[in-house]
């Protein structure tokens, strides 16, 4: 089945540091990649979409390339704020299920 | 902004109660899933209806679960009887699902419902 892995957290951060959060993923076929953020209290967010192998999403400073060779799609940012801080889920959609999978989220943290 | 409209917020009932939270999709989508976050289990896939039919709702326990979309502005997940177990909190979603796959559908969250179960 589909599967999603992401890093463990919590990461915790200075302010204008650079963020890595990686994620991979196992599917069938070729699935459409997200990074959603949940910030406390609140439900998911989109933050970016990638549907083919070697699209880069972006979006708010955030970026994330699907690479298909070694199936990942990891979030990156140059330099983080303090508002980022929140949960990061990565998650796939197959061609089939046409439902969300999600990891199991790593939580941010960014310190002044 | 169109948003998910999901009641209530949060909810503290007794081991046995039936409990029935509702979700308002945004207009004009016509897939709504439901999905419940613990801290143990992260985000879990309940059931997920497209134009009103359920498609999967296999990540759903059958014997005190039930999922039901009356009309296409109305979504309910109702519980009976609520165990402590099924405290968690419990997200509505609705998307644009068109007849051919599209990677780009995107599925809009409502912000939850926070479920007690004492």
Not at chain 2, 41 to 60: I, T, V
Request: hydrophobic share 35%; glycine share 10%; aromatic share 10%.
């Amino acid at each position: 089945g589909n599967s999603v892995t992401q890093m463990e957290g919590p990461v915790t951060l200075s302010e204008e540091a650079f963020l890595t959060i990686n994620c991979t993923y196992t599917a069938t076929g070729y699935p459409s990649l997200f990074w959603y953020v949940q910030y406390p209290g609140e439900g998911l967010q989109l933050l970016l979409k990638a549907t083919k192998a070697d699209d880069k999403g972006s979006n708010k400073g955030f970026e994330a390339t699907y690479r298909k060779e070694t199936t990942s799609f990891h979030l990156e940012k140059g330099s983080v704020q303090v508002s980022d801080s929140a949960v990061y889920f990565c998650a796939l959609m197959d061609t089939g299920r046409r439902a969300l999978t999600f990891g199991s989220g790593t939580r941010l943290q960014v310190q002044p | 902004d169109a948003r998910v409209t999901q009641t209530p917020r949060h909810k503290v009932t007794e081991m046995g109660q039936e409990v029935t939270m509702r979700c308002q999709p945004i207009l004009g989508h016509n897939t709504v899933f439901w999905y419940r976050q613990t801290m143990m289990q992260g985000l879990e896939l309940l059931a997920y209806f497209r134009n009103r039919a359920p498609l999967d709702d296999s990540g759903m326990p059958k014997d005190r679960f039930s999922a039901e979309m009356p009309d296409a502005t109305l979504a309910t997940l109702k519980i009976q009887p609520s165990e402590p177990r099924d405290s968690a909190v419990y997200f509505c979603a609705s998307g644009l699902g068109t007849g051919g796959f599209s990677g780009a559908n995107v599925l809009t969250f409502g912000a939850g419902s926070r479920l007690t179960v004492l």
